[in-house]
């Protein structure tokens, strides 16, 4: 039989005509719709699905954001991808196939599944790059399965991109296993998906109480210019631009030295910390914490001398309580249609997510700490998207799929 590739459409108003449909699939479509809300975007990043945003019946650049009121088909995927933002992470998927309840999904679901996906990835493709691979960011393994088939059982984890925090520098960096000629090229260590909750919702762990307490000594303060967006991207190998790091919500703590308590450790800090704590009058910056563009705790680090003393939990407790205060704040926009809420979240849209190394214990305890519940697996995927719009393209879709969506 001839494979017939789904269609699939731009949203030039993801906020309006997408979101909205991801909000019944939380929390599995977090990342993407935390994405979809992040407040800035630049002109090659693009929104595509496979079912038409409202008043368009045929594949269109220019869809009308007016209506949102319109039901997607039971199945669908979708993408946000922006193929220039290397190293960084240049695409966010979900599919409503990660949301199938028991038993196991059937074959046809798979098929149609699978062949949504890589019809978007197709797409992707086409868009501008700096690199001819591309980089998908927290894909569930269930979904990486399906698009990857039995070769992503032969990758060896590697460098695909780091994440979260400094002790997360457990890659295999040689070649092996990363090639084979597939669509996916290179996958990432484990990572759990740990999920906070908002107050009544099933599934998460439930918010955390508390905007987060520290030691004498110690107080929450704003990361201030270049030369600190500086020193949170020497503390890490987070592929982070300072341009990104700038655009992000983010809470820092900051240390004045005196007490007793904290002598050891001012005792360690160098001269040129000292001064720039002083000139600021409020302390040098020893702990921080960001919200990634998908909403997601990043970048979280404690000074190696200030460690041990509650810091870590202390900042990413206050980084979500503002997110759940007042999302717009931190960088993120209500969703069209998702009801009244506390900062314009919406009911039921004030989640928060942590991804961390299954063997990152220290990780782990801080999102337990702050009432997080362990959800699902995901990876960081190195993606050859001409494997995709090659000739492959039926073999890859498998003669069984005979689909016609949209």
Known sequence: MTTTPPQTYIHSAP?????????PHLPKSLPLLRRLQFHTASPSARTIATFPPPSSSSPSPSPSPTTTNTAPPASFAAIWADRTRAPETECWIFSTFETLPPPPPTPSQRHEARAQCLALLAVTARLPATTPLTIIGSVNESLLRLIGGEEVGRLAPQKVVSRDTEHDDDYDDDDTGTGGGGVVRGISVPYCKWLIAPPGAEGGGGRSQGGGSLPPGYAFGELRGEDELKL?????EIPKTEETLAQLGCCGVRHTPGSASTATATATRTAADAREGEGQGRGALVAWAFL??????????????HRGRGLAKAVSRRLFRS????ASAMGFRAADGAGDGVGGYGRGEGWAHSDVAEE?????GVARA???KEGWR??????????????????LLGEEAVLRVG
């Not at 563009?293 to 001398?305: A, F, M, N, Q, Y």
């Not at 997110?323 to 007042?326: G, R």
């Not at 990152?360 to 782990?364: K, P, Q, T, V």
């Open 378 to 395: 995901v990876r960081w995927v190195s993606v050859d998207l001409a494997a995709v719009v090659e000739e492959r393209w039926t073999k």
């Open 15 to 23: 906020l309006a005509t997408l979101a909205p449909h991801l909000l």
């Open 360 to 364: 990152n214990l220290g990780s782990a």
């Open 292 to 305: 990634g563009v998908d909403g997601s705790l990043t970048s979280l680090h404690v000074e190696p001398e």
């Open 323 to 326: 997110l759940a205060d007042d």
């Open 370 to 372: 702050m009432g997080g």
């Open 232 to 236: 949170t991207i020497a503390r890490t």
